[in-house]
Nanobody, 125 residues
Framework: QVQLVESGGGLVQAGGSLRLSCAAS????????MGWFRQAPGMEREFVAI????????AYVDSVKGRFTISRDNVKNTVYLQMNSLKPEDTAVYYC??????????????????WGQGTQVTVAS
């Protein structure tokens, strides 16, 4: 059974940093893209960042460019999201996503069939 387990969320002051982790088990994703989405209350789930299998290709939503960095460790089957200069508008539940149906990155949530349970990130002003 495939599981994606996020950790690292919490409450932080504006301008602070958090590092999210997503550990996969049940199969390896070392040849496939993994990424992060988020959902704020009353809002649609939004793409945040994605990384290809090697880490050589990444993409970010414009609102986090220059502040967030996605990375992965294929030995640990884990993807990370380093979030710096956090803003109150970054407050959301952050979800890890993965797929074995494609090898190229996609910003569309429909492209990913594996999801974590989510981790809450709250940024206080």
């Amino acid at each position: 059974q495939v599981q994606l387990v996020e950790s690292g969320g919490g409450l932080v002051q504006a301008g602070g940093s958090l590092r999210l982790s997503c550990a996969a088990s049940g199969r390896t994703f070392s040849s496939y893209p993994m990424g992060w989405f988020r959902q704020a209350p009353g809002m649609e789930r939004e793409f945040v960042a994605i990384i290809n299998w090697s880490g050589g290709s990444t993409a970010y939503v414009d609102s986090v460019k220059g502040r967030f960095t996605i990375s992965r460790d294929n030995v640990k089957n884990t993807v990370y999201l380093q979030m710096n200069s956090l803003k109150p508008e970054d407050t959301a539940v952050y979800y890890c996503a993965a797929t074995i149906r494609r090898t190229t990155i996609s910003r569309q949530s429909q492209a990913y069939e594996y999801w974590g349970q989510g981790t809450q990130v709250t940024v206080a002003s």
